[in-house]
């Protein structure tokens, strides 16, 4: 690839149910998470037909039921649940669908274009909380990458849950290359506090803000690809911002890449397109339109988190 040419990139966070499970409100997404295989399948199409090789980061513990207790594993500490093992969705009566996917794996590499399969964590345990240790850490992503390597996967790319990075050697230790850093925005470092975070977030979107353009950087051995822009949905309030502002702020951020060489990441939930699934897939697949003009102009080029180079001198 020249060194002028712009790269973009996908992440997607395939979590289902496990996403909230700890906090008490799966039922706010329930409808969503039904949508989500369909989703999934659609996406899979678009990926195909504009050759987009996409990185999918997926929560493992979808691969398996609970047919054992998880007598292996250490609780971590979080003070907003009190047994996270206990509480798991395959635990705790949880309808099935909402967790279980075990044909997920095989939608993916269906794919005509190669996608990457990435990991979530086993079960979307927040590694950078306070409450999780080392050990935690350890056992969380030694279960997820073992999952994945019972189906012949070797994971290579890896998505923080809720984006809370912490325990980054223990990614390495694994065998993990690359993970995706916070957006690469002021407000989303982890001194602002939470509470200003969403109305900063809302106005970004609702003024069409240019979203930034990226570079690769290393720490401690692994690559990080920070976030450029979330690709909001029609929903959780994001619906009171005008339909078209994730495309147009997609625009932006692609034209500046095909300028200056840079990386433009680009990051959603699958389920996120579950709540107007027609609507959204719609509009993701106009983001998709504006990738492939300028990759046929030859200003970009598509590739997977683990294969984005970190920037040279």
Same mark, same amino acid.
């Given at each position: 690839m020249?060194d002028d040419t712009g790269v973009?990139t996908? #992440? ?6 496990w ?7 799966? %039922? !706010? ?6 949508? @989500?295989?369909e989703?999934?399948?659609q996406? $899979? ?20 039921? $609970? ?6 594993? @250490? ?10 093992f206990?509480?798991?969705? $395959? ?15 095989? /939608?993916?590499?269906? $794919?005509e ?5 990435g ?15 080392r ?15 019972k ?8 998505v ?28 989303? !470092?982890?001194?602002?506090p ?6 900063? /977030?809302?106005?970004? %979107?609702a ?7 990226v %570079?690769?950087?290393e720490?401690?051995?692994i ?6 822009? =979330?690709?909001?949905p ?9 339909g078209? #502002? ?9 034209? !500046? @890449?095909?300028r ?8 959603f ?6 709540h107007?699934p ?10 998709l ?5 300028? =990759?046929?102009?030859g ?7 683990r %294969?984005?180079? =970190?920037?040279?001198p």
């Amino acid at each position: 690839m020249d060194d002028d040419t712009g790269v973009f990139t996908i #992440s997607l966070d395939t979590e289902l149910a496990w996403g909230t499970f700890d906090k008490g409100n799966v %039922e !706010r997404y329930e409808e969503a998470y039904r949508n @989500t295989p369909e989703v999934i399948d659609q996406l $899979c199409d678009l990926f195909d037909e504009y050759e987009i090789p996409a990185t999918w980061a997926i929560v493992s513990h979808l691969l398996e039921d $609970c047919g054992r207790d998880h007598y292996d594993r @250490t609780s971590p500490n979080f003070e907003w649940v009190d047994d996270w093992f206990g509480e798991l969705p $395959c635990a705790s009566g949880m309808d099935e669908e909402l967790w279980y996917a075990p044909w997920l794996l095989d /939608r993916i590499q269906e $794919c005509e274009t190669e996608q990457e399969i990435g990991l979530h964590g086993s079960t979307h345990m927040q590694l950078g909380a306070d409450g999780c240790s080392r050990q935690h850490a350890e056992e969380e992503i030694g279960a997820a990458v073992g999952t994945l390597r019972k189906h012949g996967v070797e994971p290579k790319s890896f998505v923080f849950p809720r984006n809370d990075i912490g325990h980054v050697d223990v990614l390495r230790e694994y065998g993990i290359e690359a993970y995706r850093g916070l957006d690469a925005r002021w407000y989303e !470092r982890g001194w602002v506090p939470g509470v200003v975070k969403p109305p900063l /977030r809302f106005a970004d %979107e609702a003024a069409r803000l240019q979203p930034p353009v990226v %570079e690769a950087v290393e720490r401690g051995g692994i690559v990080e690809v920070p976030g450029s822009q =979330v690709f909001r949905p029609s929903h959780d309030g994001w619906q009171y911002a005008s339909g078209e #502002s994730s495309i147009a702020r997609a625009r932006k951020g692609l034209e !500046r @890449t095909a300028r200056t060489g840079g990386v433009f990441h680009l990051w959603f939930h699958p389920f996120n397109l579950g709540h107007e699934p027609e609507l959204d897939l719609a509009r993701f697949r106009d983001v998709l339109e504006t990738v492939t003009e300028f =990759v046929e102009r030859g200003e970009i080029e598509c590739r997977p988190m683990r %294969e984005i180079e =970190v920037a040279g001198p």
